[in-house]
Structures are given as structure tokens and as C-alpha cells.
């Protein structure tokens, strides 16, 4: 009876930086283009600040920074990976922003690259962002190349 007075979760995923949209498949890393985590999308981004998808709260950054997770509101559970093969940098060149834990909104700034070091290791920075528990949600993901702008641009809406 009260359903009409709960506060509406917000079902859209923004992207996680500013830069141009590539479909998951298109991703020259087979873990990612085989949705073998999830499905998603992929950006290519030419910034320097990687920021939160959605509100929700930070469920862990990785030990080498590389990656991130965010749990939204309605229980979707996001994966953003920074870069392809970027594990291997352990750490260099990246720096959190906060701490896992946290609440967050979206567009608020998780991880800062380093574009120097990026540059001199010669990384590809074509960042997938990934639903974990896809299975648990209907998603439909913006098809196509499009630029985007983190933290203003809806990329997936989830119900």
C-alpha cells in the first residue's frame, strides 16, 4: 500500500569517464569480449580521473588500483576495470581517490591514472565497465559509438 511513497531507485548506469563508447565485444581482451564476467560496456577515454557509475557504495578497489567495484542502491554490483592488462603495472601510475566502504554518488572521482606513466608502458586504456550479476536484471545497454561525459552520460539502464 505505501509502495507510491518509497523513493525511486535510480536504474541508470553513467559512464565512468569521458571518452567514446566501444561494445564489449569489440574489446581486444577475450575475458571481457566473451561477457565471461558479465555484460557491459567499454569506453576509450582520454582523460585522467575514473569516477562512480552510479550511487552506491565502493565494495572494493583493487590492491593494484586497477580496478573497482560499486554495489548501487537496488543491489546491482558494477565492475569498472581501468585499462586492459593494467594488473600488471601493480599499482603504478594509479591513485584512489576513496576507500572501499564509502558511499559514493555518481560522477564522484575513485581512481586517478596517471597519463605519463600510461604513456611510457604503453597501456591500452579502453576501460570496461561490467555487471557482474547481469542474471539477476533485465539491462539494456546503449548500442553504437557515442561520446560520453562521466558521471552525465546514461550508457545502461537496469530493471
Known amino acids: 500500500m505505501f ?12 559512464a565512468p569517464v569521458t571518452g567514446e563508447t566501444i561494445k564489449l565485444e569489440n574489446v581486444p581482451d577475450k575475458m571481457f569480449a566473451d561477457k ?3 555484460d557491459g560496456i567499454a ?28 554495489t548501487a542502491e537496488n543491489g546491482v554490483e558494477i565492475l569498472v ?5 593494467t594488473v600488471n603495472l601493480k599499482g603504478n601510475g594509479f591513485k584512489a581517490i576513496t576507500k572501499a566502504g564509502k558511499k559514493v554518488k555518481k560522477g564522484t572521482p575513485i581512481i586517478e591514472i596517471d597519463k605519463d ?15 557482474t550479476n547481469c542474471n539477476n536484471f533485465n539491462i539494456d545497454i546503449e548500442k553504437g559509438d557515442m561520446h560520453v561525459i562521466a558521471g ?3 550508457v545502461i539502464y537496469f530493471r
Open 3 to 14: 509502495e507510491m511513497f518509497k523513493k525511486k531507485k535510480d536504474n541508470d548506469l553513467y
Open 36 to 38: 565471461l564476467m558479465g
Open 43 to 70: 569506453f576509450k577515454f582520454d582523460g585522467n580521473m575514473v569516477c562512480a557509475p552510479c550511487d552506491g557504495e565502493i565494495s572494493m578497489i583493487a590492491n593494484t588500483l586497477h580496478a573497482f567495484g560499486i
Open 81 to 85: 576495470h581501468i585499462g586492459l592488462d
Open 117 to 131: 606513466i600510461m604513456k611510457q608502458n604503453n597501456v591500452n586504456l579502453i576501460t570496461p565497465m561490467i555487471i
Open 152 to 154: 552525465e552520460s546514461r
